[in-house]
């Protein structure tokens, strides 16, 4: 089993910057995952974010998001982050992180099905 938990939302405005934290737990592959990001909004369904896949530089990105956010994780303190800047009022929503214990095919990260763990969320409001 792996846990989850996100961190580091809040209220922000038009332009500012946040970092979410997804702290991992459990077990948790160091040698073979996928860690992504998705976000709900308030009547909308649950969509993709970003996600980086072990190992190197494989990391992807929904259109709406690329240049201003960028995944990572921290294999030493077993920790996944997002990182926002120049947050838009339609960055408004929860962001979950999710994870697998496997490299996930580039055809299928951008789905919610293929991740086995999830956290709870973290609401992210962007508001002026």
């Known amino acids: 089993q792996v846990q989850l938990v996100e961190s580091g939302g809040g209220l922000v405005q038009p332009g500012d910057s946040l970092k979410l934290v997804c702290t991992i737990s459990?077990?948790?592959?160091?040698?073979?995952?996928?860690l992504g990001w998705f976000r709900q909004a308030p009547g909308k369904e649950r969509e993709f974010v970003a996600a980086?896949?072990?190992?190197?530089?494989?990391?992807h990105y929904a259109d709406s998001v690329k240049g201003r956010f960028t995944i990572f994780r921290d294999n030493a303190k077993n920790t996944g982050y997002l990182q926002m800047n120049n947050l838009k009022p339609e960055d408004t929503a929860v962001y979950l992180c999710?994870?697998?214990?496997?490299?996930?095919?580039?055809?299928?990260?951008?789905?919610?099905?293929?991740?086995?763990?999830w956290g709870e969320g973290t609401q992210v409001t962007v508001s002026s």
């Open positions: 459990g077990r948790a592959s160091r040698s073979s995952y996928t």
């Open positions: 999710a994870w697998d214990n496997q490299r996930i095919i580039l055809s299928s990260v951008r789905n919610g099905e293929a991740y086995d763990y």
């Open positions: 980086v896949r072990c190992c190197g530089s494989s990391t």
